[in-house]
């Protein structure tokens, strides 16, 4: 094989919510290395989504959850050149780099929002990504809609 397996990284959960998936989607958000920053940036938004939100019996950290099982694409298209031509190829997606795609995608389309500070963009997008609308999720669609536009292709698979 060309490639080899890459280990799991194993993730401490955070010290608020006890999960390692918030450690996984901090370590997303953090940049230059501020990662206390990163933490107050996402337990801010927890706490906005908190204030926010419509359902009362539902968590703040149960929104976002939900938010990013919404946002979690589950097939991409891979280029592949048969025959002189490239060809998009769908694929599926191991659920480890669904995940990792999922925060990606949200935190990409909060930091392009137009609200005045991070945690108000990332509260935002989370509650509408809760809500099956806004950017992220309408990227996930697009993601879907290429890889069922080039079905025809998927018996090229790698």
Known sequence: MRKFKSKKKIYQPDHKFKETLVTRFVNHLMKNGKKTLA?????K???????????KKKSG?????????????HVE?????IGGSN????TQIKPYVKVTKAMKLLINC??????KSMYKKLAEETLSASKKEGTAF???ENIHK?????????????
Request: hydrophobic share 35%; no cysteine; net charge positive.
């Open 61 to 73: 950290i149960e929104i976002w959850k939900k938010a990013l099982k919404n946002v979690m694409p």
């Open 138 to 140: 309408k990227k996930r």
């Open 77 to 81: 298209v891979r280029s592949r050149r």
């Open 146 to 158: 290429i890889a069922e536009a080039n079905k025809a292709f998927s018996h090229f698979r790698f």
């Open 45 to 55: 938004s927890i706490d906005e989504i908190e204030k926010k939100k419509d359902n």
């Open 39 to 43: 933490y107050k940036i996402f337990y």
């Open 110 to 115: 909060a930091r392009k929002r137009n609200e």
């Open 87 to 90: 060809i998009q190829i769908p």
